[in-house]
């Protein structure tokens, strides 16, 4: 079954709200909420973000905030 880009697009900007959060408190629950709203509607997206938990917040409580944005980035010159 091919999944509409209509629903892509949705769940990847439900999931972009995650890392669009001031600090690392609102990150977490943020991630609660987006997971937790997914979890009735794409419950295997939201089986993938808990298993990549740790990978996908390790930005927060590893690197000041004013990194975050150079880490989140795929452009290279910004990442250098």
Known sequence: MQRSPSVEFAESSIIRTIFAQ??????????REVTTMLGRSHPKVAAMLVD????????????????????WSTNPLSNG
Do not use: G, N, S, V
């Open 22 to 31: 001031p600090d690392q408190d609102h990150i977490q629950k943020q991630f």
């Open 52 to 71: 990549a938990q740790p990978d996908l917040l390790a930005f927060a409580a590893e690197f000041p905030r004013r990194h975050w944005r150079q880490i």
